[in-house]
């Protein structure tokens, strides 16, 4: 069997995700937020696919809180990687803070997605901060996937600072508007070492096909499934996208051309 197709009709995958050394089926990384309830979230994350989910460690019981809804029960470790994120820091401090508290929750985990908010309105990272806060987190033995602009330098810098994955903007968070930038994803991805993440700015699945078709190792997405009016359809649709948009982008697509060129070759035909 040609092993291109074999994802897509067996279980095994010959073409994974690797995030510090550890290999993903699934290529849809998922938030846990905005749903309206843990079994929604339950049910959409399975409906996608989701081996990686990420939360919020400021906003996520996690036992914290005895008696109310635990996030652990409707997505337990030994089944998906947690990726505990710091949305809701503004300072590199804040977001150390939270990584060490995620790790104490965790017991000793240390894969974390960070993101230091520097604009409240447009939920931008402030890119200095992040800097700062990626050193010391990977100096402090995290491993760090981070949430940045897409500059192709800053996601240089990013990488040669020690982190794992960088996750740049397709467009502000929460807004649908899909990737807004081509060119600059396109860059960062032909430049990068590690995994390049989409994060932010899908709206339904035409956006999450075109990043996986740009070369992107994956696609990071809440608000466009827990908003959707049935969010665990629309999480189904997110994984058929981002299947279809890498093995477009592994099968390689034709040059665009400005003419027309017939299907059947003309050549030979019988007068």
Not at 13 to 23: N, Q, S, Y
Not at 57 to 68: I, T
Not at 204 to 209: E, K, L, W
Request: hydrophobic residues 45%; charged residues 25%.
């Amino acid at each position: 069997m040609n092993a291109l197709l074999q994802p897509y009709v067996g279980n095994d995958r010959p073409d994974p995700l690797v995030i510090a050394g550890r290999a993903y089926r699934s290529r849809l990384l998922t938030g846990t937020g905005k749903f309206k309830d843990l079994d929604e979230t339950r049910r959409a994350t399975e409906a996608a696919g989701s081996e990686i989910v990420t939360f919020a460690v400021r906003r996520m019981n996690l036992g914290q809180k005895p008696g109310e809804p635990n996030l652990l029960d409707a997505l337990p470790p030994e089944r998906f990687t947690l990726l505990p994120n710091t949305a809701g820091c503004h300072t590199a401090d804040e977001a150390l803070r939270t990584c060490r508290l995620a790790r104490e929750l965790l017991d000793g985990h240390s894969l974390v997605k960070l993101e230091v908010i520097g604009d409240q309105k447009t939920l931008f990272p402030d890119v200095v901060a992040t800097l700062e806060a990626a050193a010391a987190l990977v100096k402090d033995g995290f491993e760090v996937m981070v949430y940045t602009t897409d500059d192709p330098l800053l996601a240089k810098r990013l990488e040669e600072l020690g982190c794992v994955a960088v996750m740049p903007l397709a467009a502000p968070i929460g807004s649908g508007l899909g990737i807004q930038n081509r060119y600059t994803i396109l860059e960062i991805v032909e430049n990068a070492k590690i995994p390049v993440i989409v994060d932010a700015g899908v709206g339904t699945a035409s956006d999450a096909a075109l990043a996986m078709e740009l070369g992107c190792d994956g696609v990071l997405m809440n608000t466009a499934i827990a908003h959707a009016r049935d969010p665990v359809l629309m999480a189904h649709a997110m994984r058929c996208a981002i299947e279809a948009g890498r093995a477009a982008f592994r099968a390689g697509r034709i040059p665009r051309k400005r003419y027309a060129s017939a299907s059947s070759p003309v050549d030979g035909l019988i007068d």
